[in-house]
T-cell receptor
Framework: NAGVTQTPKFQVLKTGQSMTLQCAQD?????MYWYRQDPGMGLRLIYY???????DKGEVPNGYNVSRLNKREFSLRLESAAPSQTSVYFC??????????????FGPGTRLTVT | AQSVAQPEDQVNVAEGNPLTVKCTYS??????LFWYVQYPNRGLQFLLK??????LVKGSYGFEAEFNKSQTSFHLKKPSALVSDSALYFC????????????FGKGTKLSVKP
């Protein structure tokens, strides 16, 4: 049981390049999330998916797109990277209902630098 | 709108002493409150949550949190700090209007010295 996995762990991009961050969970959770973490800012929600086939914007969606490929996988795409997108990106998942309702489980993160 | 505040950027404690990491909240309706811990270069780990019931919630690694409705606070506590407790701690509140999204505080760095 790996929990939430993310790839890659590190990435350096040049301004204008594109890339996709991958996330997968093996806990059969319905809800999945993408956050970015910046020093002194806490975690800010980029996009979330309440269930397979649905996605919604969070607090800071500009410059990003997401795809909920199936129940397990939720990817985040940067179409044209900008230095302001330098950050650490976390994927998380949670279940609805049950004793662990709303507890989010996080992946190890992707450290992205845009030069 | 729901929000949480962590008034201290850093808390310093000597090993063996009790520790408190503060969190205050602002919500409409009943609060769903959470504490997470982040060790260096790792993702966040769930510690405990308050949904309803007893005001004292016990969680992982010997941590507990006290829900105080009149003071709108949800402080994290541990009776005896360990050096290994040194980490970044986040308080969060469920965003009531969504599917279970959490709104996080800015985090408090806990440093426990031997």
């Amino acid at each position: 049981n790996a929990g939430v996995t993310q790839t890659p762990k590190f990435q350096v991009l040049k301004t204008g390049q594109s890339m996709t961050l991958q996330c997968a969970q093996d806990m059969n959770h319905n809800s999945m999330y993408w956050y970015r973490q910046d020093p002194g800012m806490g975690l800010r929600l980029i996009y979330y998916s309440a269930s397979e086939g649905t996605t919604d914007k969070g607090e800071v969606p500009n410059g990003y797109n997401v795809s909920r490929l199936n129940k397990r996988e939720f990817s985040l795409r940067l179409e044209s990277a900008a230095p302001s997108q330098t950050s650490v990106y976390f994927c998380a998942s949670s279940e609805q209902g049950g004793v662990r309702e709303w507890e989010q489980y996080f992946g190890p993160g992707t450290r992205l630098t845009v030069t | 709108a729901q929000s949480v505040a962590q008034p201290e950027d850093q808390v310093n404690v000597a090993e063996g002493n009790p520790l408190t990491v503060k969190c205050t909240y602002s919500v409409s309706g009943n609060p769903y409150l959470f504490w997470y811990v982040q060790y260096p270069n790792r993702g966040l780990q769930f510690l405990l949550k308050y949904i309803t019931g007893d005001n004292l919630v016990k969680g992982s690694y010997g941590f507990e949190a006290e829900f105080n409705k009149s003071q709108t606070s949800f402080h994290l506590k541990k009776p005896s700090a360990l050096v290994s407790d040194s980490a970044l701690y986040f308080c969060a509140v469920r965003d009531g209007g969504s599917q279970g999204n959490l709104i996080f505080g800015k985090g408090t760095k806990l440093s426990v010295k031997p």
